[in-house]
């Protein structure tokens, strides 16, 4: 299982607190805001933008919060300014790690990552360091209520890039301009999604000792917990017991 995945997966097994719950709303609408000032306010031309609704509504994001935020991107609205931003960097055992956020303040939050490296064993790097082993796909994690024969037929049928079949659930990966559209098919199939999500997956992982996991973990959520940051992706492949033990 690709490091991403795994981490994804954690992230969703992780019980929901009403304050996580919270941060998750304020990221998810920042993405809104971003995406409709870039591409534009109507979602049927602006991919990221249709996108991250279908991710706020999936995550029960009200609706006049998701209209605001998309008033906000478009200047129909007063907003803050905000800008997106990418850190890359090296966590503990050389685990690449590669960060996106969103922030109206650069200084801080780049004051604030590179903190957050420093504090937990790993270094912030400069740009392009790590980002090239890295590729953006659309990437689902599905849980296992089928089996594997019908997994293969869906996966066939929808049009995916790519599968995998692990231990606890399924994997689909299809290329950014499809995942839209493969999201709204599975969703309206009916399928159990645990992750959806456009990721930059690695392009090949590095083991990660069993003694080193704990601290690459930790600083994958304390980024993860940062304000600023949207999302988190790393190289690391890990024990499934090791993981169960986290």
Known sequence: ??????????????????????????????????????????PNGNPR??????????????????????KKGTGELAGEAYEEVTYEGYGPAGVAVLVEGVTDNKNRTTSEVRHLFAKHGGSLGESGCVAWMFTRRGYF??????????????????GADDMAIEEDHYEIFTAVED??????????????????????????????????????????????????VQKVWANFDVDEKVLAAH
């Not at 933008?49 to 998701?66: C, F, K, Q, T």
């Open 1 to 42: 299982m690709s490091g991403h995945s795994k981490w994804a997966t954690i992230k969703h097994k992780k019980a929901t607190t009403d304050a996580r719950r919270g941060k998750l709303f304020t990221k998810l609408l920042r993405e809104i805001t971003v995406a409709a000032r870039v591409g534009g306010g109507s």
């Open 49 to 70: 933008l249709r996108s991250a609704i279908l991710e706020a509504r999936s995550n029960s994001v009200p609706g006049d919060n998701i209209d605001r935020a998309i």
């Open 141 to 158: 994690a599905i849980e296992r209520t089928m089996d594997e024969e019908k997994f293969m037929e869906l996966a066939l049928e929808i």
């Open 179 to 228: 995942f839209t559209r493969i999201q709204e098919e599975l969703e309206r199939r009916g399928v159990p999604l645990a992750v959806k999500e456009l990721a930059m997956i690695p392009n090949s992982t590095i083991p990660l000792p069993g003694d080193r996991a704990a601290s690459v973990l930790r600083l994958m959520e304390a980024l993860e917990d940062q304000d600023d």
